[in-house]
């Protein structure tokens, strides 16, 4: 099943929220409801656990884990059934203050179908099934080789991983002639023979598990010379792993660039694979940034301008970027501000402010959300295309470091 990236980013971002909560005992309640489960059963189940809660010794503990169960009862009461792909429920008290009670509801509606039943209350919320959806299960095959090395990785998703780097000591081609040449041929002929046994043995050992759980969808075999092609035809590969090969490349390089480099000269093979797209959508954009086309536009203030427009075509946003929007309103006198800042520097906003500037009031209240999920509500209100851009790739970290994880194509210029 395929999802947007702006879903597998959300979910991200709320699985990283979740992470960070932790309970001063055993309160937190995480709740998984498979698709199609009945909803009366759940209920029944949470009826039960409050029974048992109200035996908890601990006052404090007994009050968070009653009122996180309440809480979650009344949340479920709101549908009328199981959520298309299931539910995944976090209830909690997240207050860092000793003795304040601050229970919120967490409720994801994941991209894919929940396949487990879950009740458990703990000092965590149980986040592991959400990981697991968060986890690129697409994985191409790569291999380089050349006479002396040879290097086995995984493409999955938009990051290389780096399996195993082979290096023999395959002796060069002899110049003498006679008898001596031949044998010195014959051995040279076995020790090559023994090195791309011994890259085969590798290679099935980090492609087949892989071939077996259905997520290597091809294998793509690279290097600088004619090595490549004998190591191909020969049969070194597991027969099922051979049918899965899907092109031979000629690269310069061996070792992790090698392996940069066969994924960048593959594209014509991997198409529509994500790095591949990513590499081409940042040097596009930076292309139109040398040529000072007027087309692209970057800066959080800049594009919520262009966005406020309908202007952008496509939104770009770095998974580092973690800016969040502070706002102070006076609840007086209707006075507000609003800044962008860093999540760590919230507390210190809140402070900044102890009375209104133009009223004088000291009724105030705060709000926080994150840049990044209100440009994406932005862009896709005006019909902009959203591409979550990685740290996984050289180009992914280019952007975020030179613009700070921000940027858009525009549909017009904007003068």
């Not at 055993?26 to 009366?40: H, I, M, Q, R, W």
């Amino acid at each position: 099943m395929s999802h947007t990236s702006t879903e597998m980013y959300e979910l991200k971002k709320k699985v990283e929220e979740l992470k960070k909560i932790r309970g001063r005992a055993t309160e937190l309640v995480s709740l998984y409801v498979p698709a199609g489960y009945d909803l009366n059963k759940v209920m029944q189940q949470l009826r039960e656990e409050y029974g048992t809660a109200q035996n908890i010794k601990s006052k404090s503990t007994r009050k968070n884990v009653l009122g996180a169960l309440e809480r979650a009862m009344q949340h479920l009461k709101l549908y009328k059934q199981t959520p298309e792909n299931g539910l995944a429920l976090f209830v909690g008290n997240v207050s860092e203050q000793e003795g304040v009670s601050d229970i919120r509801v967490f409720a994801i509606i994941p991209p894919e179908p929940v396949n487990v039943r879950l009740y458990r209350c703990d000092q965590t919320f149980v986040t592991e099934p959400l990981e697991e959806m968060l986890r690129v299960k697409d994985a191409y095959g790569l291999i380089t080789v050349e006479k002396n090395d040879a290097t086995i990785g995984i493409l999955r998703g938009k990051k290389i991983e780096l399996v195993d780097d082979l290096h023999s000591t395959v002796p060069g081609k002899t110049r003498a002639g006679g008898q001596s040449a031949r044998r010195y041929e014959r051995i040279r002929e076995q020790e090559t023979h023994e090195f791309m046994k011994r890259i085969g043995e590798h290679a099935n050992e980090a492609f087949l598990p892989l071939l077996e759980k259905g997520e290597l969808k091809g294998i793509i075999i690279g290097g600088p010379g004619p090595t490549k092609e004998d190591f191909l035809e020969g049969d070194y590969l597991h027969h099922e792993l051979k049918k899965k090969i899907l092109g031979v490349v000629d690269i310069s390089y061996s070792g992790e660039y090698g392996l940069r480099e066969l994924v960048e000269k593959a594209s014509d093979i991997l198409k529509e694979h994500e790095a591949v797209k990513e590499r081409k959508l940042i040097q596009d954009f930076f292309r139109h940034l040398a040529k000072d086309t007027g087309m692209i536009t970057y800066g959080e203030k800049e594009i919520r301008h262009a966005l406020m427009l309908g202007a952008v075509d496509t939104l770009l946003i770095s998974e580092g970027y973690d800016l969040i929007r502070a706002k102070v309103h006076c609840n007086a006198c209707g006075w507000e501000e609003l800044k962008t800042i860093h999540e760590s520097d919230f507390d210190a906003f809140r402070k900044s402010y102890q009375a209104c500037p133009k009223c004088g009031s000291q009724n105030l209240s705060f709000e926080k959300w994150e840049v990044a999920e209100e440009l994406i509500k932005m862009a896709e209100e005006s019909g902009a295309n959203v591409e979550i851009i990685s740290l996984d790739t050289e180009e992914g970290q280019q952007f975020y470091k030179a613009f700070g994880g921000l940027g858009a194509f525009l549909r017009y210029k904007l003068h």
